[in-house]
């Protein structure tokens, strides 16, 4: 298992690779600093895409992965998602990202882990 950024850290990280890229970042929840799960809202001039969510490999490294409903064309799928998850984990932090080329974006984000 490799050590990795404090959820603050890797946020903050995340906003200014999107604002470097000309998109836009803004954490919606504020989680655990050190500790806290993240979960993404990556959209594309504000129309939702994906929402990825940081956990464990198999090999014991963190890594982005799909999370959430299949279909979130619409925020009336996402919201009642975060809302659960957010009651269940009050450290979540939730972030979502506006970037352009949403699709490349999202796959880098999961290949790169």
């Known amino acids: 298992m490799t050590p990795r950024l404090t959820s603050r850290i890797e946020v903050s990280a995340l906003i ?4 470097g890229r000309g998109g836009h970042g803004m954490v919606l929840a504020k989680g ?3 500790a806290g799960a993240i979960l ?3 959209t594309e001039r504000g129309v ?3 929402l990825l969510e940081r956990a464990l490999t198999i090999s014991g490294d963190y890594g982005w992965r799909r999370a959430g409903p299949q279909n979130i064309a619409d925020y009336q799928e996402i919201n009642p998602y975060i809302e659960d ?3 269940v984990d009050a ?3 939730v972030v979502e990202l506006d970037v352009a080329g949403v699709e ?4 880098e984000m999961i290949a790169m882990g």
Not at 16 to 19: D, L, P, Q, S
Not at 104 to 107: N, P
């Open 85 to 87: 998850r957010r009651r």
């Open 91 to 93: 450290d979540l932090w």
């Open 48 to 50: 939702p895409h994906a």
């Open 104 to 107: 490349r974006f999202t796959a």
């Open 32 to 34: 655990d600093g050190d």
């Open 40 to 42: 993404l809202l990556i």
């Open 16 to 19: 200014r690779t999107v604002e």
